[in-house]
């Protein structure tokens, strides 16, 4: 039992280029979420998904673009990376959250 | 607007001593309230929640917390603290309807010698 996995761990980027954040969860969850983690900016939510099939809008989600792939998989796209989406990126899953480890992006 | 409020931004303790983070809520009806410790380098894992009855909540860790209606208030408590507990700690509520948390800004712990 993983819970939530997020892949890559750690990722370098152009600006310009762009890649996708994979995440998944194990706990049979209907709910699942996309948060962005700055310094003395605490957690802002960029995405979040009710249930399968379902998509909405969090507090920033300008730049990103995501997909429910399956009840399991949820993934955010960053379609043409800026210095400003330098941050680090967590998946949580269910409503009282349970969290993945989080993957260190930095755009130059 | 549905927020959460931390107080305290850091707070420095002595192992061994008590420690309390304080949280206040601004919801409509009473709210589902949660609290989340981060160690550095780690995703958030949730220390314990209420949702409802007793207002004292125990949870992991040795940790626990206490609602209060009157002061709109879920503050976390620990009677002695160990060097390990040095790290953020994030409050967060949300309604019985809504899909999605409000969080805190967080208060970091440091824990000295």
């Known amino acids: 039992n993983a819970g939530v996995t997020q892949t890559p761990k750690f990722q370098v980027l152009k600006t310009g280029q762009s890649m996708t954040l994979q995440c998944a969860q194990d706990?049979?969850?209907?709910?699942m979420y996309w948060y962005r983690q700055d310094p003395g900016m605490g957690l802002r939510l960029i995405y979040y998904?009710?249930?399968?099939?379902?998509?909405d809008k969090g507090e920033v989600p300008n730049g990103y673009n995501v997909s429910r792939l399956n009840k399991r998989e949820f993934s955010l796209r960053l379609e043409s990376a800026a210095p400003s989406q330098t941050s680090v990126y967590f998946c949580?899953?269910?409503?009282?959250?349970?969290f993945g480890p989080g993957t260190r992006l930095t755009v130059t | 607007a549905q927020s959460v409020t931390q107080p305290d931004i850091h707070i420095t303790v002595s192992e061994g001593a008590s420690l309390e983070l304080r949280c206040n809520y601004s919801y409509g009806a009473t709210p589902y309230l949660f609290w989340y410790v981060q160690s550095p380098g780690q995703g958030l894992q949730l220390l314990l929640k209420y949702f409802s009855g007793d207002t004292l909540v125990q949870g992991i860790k040795g940790f626990e917390a206490e609602f209060k209606r009157s002061q709109s208030s879920f503050n976390l408590r620990k009677p002695s603290v160990h060097w390990s507990d040095a790290a953020e700690y994030f409050c967060a509520a949300g309604g019985p309807n809504d899909y999605k948390l409000s969080f805190g800004a967080g208060t970091t712990v440091t824990v000295r010698a």
């Open positions: 949580a899953s269910g409503y009282e959250q349970y």
């Open positions: 706990m049979n969850h209907n709910s």
């Open positions: 998904s009710a249930s399968e099939g379902t998509t």
